[in-house]
């Protein structure tokens, strides 16, 4: 059974930053790309960013490029969500997400296993 479990979430105030983690379990880690997704109330889930199985490859939303950067600890088991310059508009649920087959990916369709989240707020 896989599980994805999130931490690292909370209040920040604009222009801060916050480190999301997502730990995996029940699943080959390095055999993946890991993604992140974000849902703000009343909007549909959206990308982040995804990392691809060997770490080598990045894609990001054009909302968080240069601010955000997502990668990996094999030893660990772990994807993370470094977010700096954090602004109003990237408050949401933040979901990670284990895509379900090798290659990139940057929709949520392509991803087939899903974290129960954890709230970012940013206040302004």
């Known amino acids: 059974q896989v599980q994805l479990v999130e931490s690292g979430g909370g209040l920040v105030q604009a222009g801060g930053s916050l480190r999301l983690s997502c730990v995996v379990s029940g699943r080959t880690f390095s055999s993946y790309t890991m993604g992140w997704f974000r849902r703000a109330p009343g909007n549909e889930r959206e990308f982040v960013a995804s990392?691809?199985?060997?770490?080598?490859?990045?894609s990001y939303a054009y909302s968080v490029k240069g601010r955000f950067t997502i990668s990996r600890d094999y030893a660990k088991n772990t994807v993370y969500l470094q977010m700096n310059s954090l602004k109003p508009e990237d408050t949401a649920v933040y979901y990670c997400?284990?895509?379900?087959?090798?290659?990139?990916?940057?929709?949520?369709?392509?991803?087939?296993?899903w974290g129960q989240g954890t709230q970012v707020t940013v206040s302004s």
């Open positions: 990392i691809s199985m060997t770490g080598g490859m990045t």
């Open positions: 997400a284990v895509s379900r087959g090798p290659g990139m990916a940057d929709s949520a369709a392509r991803f087939g296993y």
